[in-house]
């Protein structure tokens, strides 16, 4: 949807996201899930599979709370920690719009879902939207 008062309107979701995507299975454990993101210095593991749209998602915040509750990552299943359902955009939105979304629902990464397909195209994060702005705004040739 375009907004004539959205200054990144002509910017899309599609220009910023990260792809591929991690997935994981969501019976897996959490150290399993915990240790794919270290090793892929990621911030954030989707459950499901890839070609699908997400169960859920897991992401550093929801590591540290598992912690804090002195749960064992070894016997936490993804399944039971992870947060669903998932809040996603579209390839297409605007990155305005999903800055909105990610601050009207406090969260700081969106998985990206082609409408069409339903299946999970990518992810775009708070430091996706961070990074683009002053490029935007300064050098706009510089993008997409």
Known sequence: ?????DPLADVFVANVMTEPVETIDPGASAATAARRLVESDIGSILAGAESLPPDGILTESDFVALAAEGRDPTTTTVEEWMSSPVI???????????????????????????????GLVGIVTTTDVARYVPVHEFHPEETG
């Open 1 to 5: 949807m375009m907004d004539s008062d």
């Open 88 to 118: 996603t955009v579209s390839p297409s939105d605007s990155i305005g719009a999903a800055a909105r979304t990610m601050a009207d629902r406090n969260v700081k990464k969106l998985p990206v879902v082609e409408p069409e397909t339903a």
